[in-house]
């Protein structure tokens, strides 16, 4: 053990399009918003997560859409946040062995960009795993089904992996999620109807698609509610035949293993039933929902980081 082991602290990361969590000693020490305020006057950071100034000087920056997309305000946002929550009173300056869920799809120039941020921050060894795996080991499924299709459903993309004996062997993937469904609805319902409408308003209004067919009145406006379900099927459209080419280029007798499993799903958008069931694929196999869609990555994290020999093949370094 080195001399000042004790000045490193193992810290796992899901740095999401619309959350950033971290855990420290197995607890979920920050789960707050992926975004940071920026005086522009006075170039400094302002807030973060919860944090952040809504003033007029003040801008508002998201630096992660799916992968990281402002490597110098998430450096600021991870700084920040890791900062707020893990405390040290230590003459030495703090060190970290630092694990961070990536997309599956994340190339490898962005993989450079999360271990730069990382090693900005502190940390002297930083590990990569896919969500994908994160996904599956945080809900008990990695090892115990083996053959499975697992998809995400987030706010920045929807990505679905093909799982044969636990390996993860095709990967399709949409950099679209449900912000961008949300924005669709909004444009549409604006420039036809002006109707203004906020995300929570979004989400109630496609609970009540679900069960709603010909007409909905929206803010005493009657909307057809064919030309929702269009714009969605538009989108879906696309979706549906990108998972249809991962299944395709995996082979015949290993598709149809995964198929007897059936589909996980995970994310955000995975608990609205009305996107999720637009999500085709083959309806005759058997769909499950995570119980904890938002937090099975994070969940998966902590388990590789306490059991790191049993998940050392899934970790990047």
Do not use: W
């Not at 961008?180 to 989400?203: A, G, M, S, T, V």
């Not at 007409?215 to 009657?222: A, G, L, R």
């Not at 909307?223 to 995996?250: C, G, P, S, Y």
Request: with cysteine.
């Amino acid at each position: 053990m080195g001399l000042l082991n004790f000045l490193k602290d193992t810290i796992g990361i899901d740095p999401g399009s619309k959350h950033l969590r971290i855990i420290k000693d197995n607890e979920l020490v920050f789960n707050e918003p992926a975004q940071l305020s920026f005086d522009k006057t006075l170039k400094v950071v302002t807030g973060l997560g919860n944090s952040i100034k809504l003033t007029d000087n003040n801008v508002t920056i998201n630096p992660v859409d799916c992968t990281i997309n402002d490597f110098h305000a998430f450096e600021m946002l991870l700084r920040g946040a890791v900062k707020k929550t893990i405390s040290s009173n230590s003459i030495f300056p703090k060190t970290y062995k630092l694990y961070f869920c990536i997309p599956t799809s994340t190339t490898e120039i962005e993989k450079r960009a999360y271990r730069d941020s990382a090693e900005h921050v502190g940390a002297i060894e930083v590990h990569m795993i896919h969500q994908s795996c994160c996904s599956a080991i945080g809900l008990n499924i990695l090892f115990e089904k083996k053959h499975f299709m697992l998809i995400d459903f987030g706010f920045s993309k929807i990505e679905m992996t093909v799982f044969i004996n636990s390996d993860p062997i095709s990967v399709g993937v949409i950099r679209m999620g449900t912000s961008k469904i949300y924005r669709l609805i909004k444009n549409f319902l604006k420039r036809k109807y002006k109707i203004h409408l906020n995300d929570i308003e979004i989400e109630s209004l496609l609970s009540e698609l679900k069960t709603v067919e010909d007409e909905i009145t929206i803010q005493y406006i009657v909307v057809k509610t064919h030309e929702i379900h269009q714009l969605l099927d538009n989108f879906f459209h696309i979706v549906n035949d990108e998972f249809i080419e991962a299944m395709e280029r995996v082979d015949l007798n290993q598709i149809e293993k995964a198929k007897s499993t059936g589909i996980y799903f995970t994310g955000g958008g995975s608990t609205i039933d009305l996107l999720r069931d637009k999500i085709m694929c083959n309806h005759s196999i058997k769909r499950t929902v995570s119980q904890n869609p938002l937090l099975d990555n994070i969940n998966g994290v902590k388990k590789v980081i306490t059991q790191e020999d049993k998940f050392k093949k899934y970790t990047m370094v």
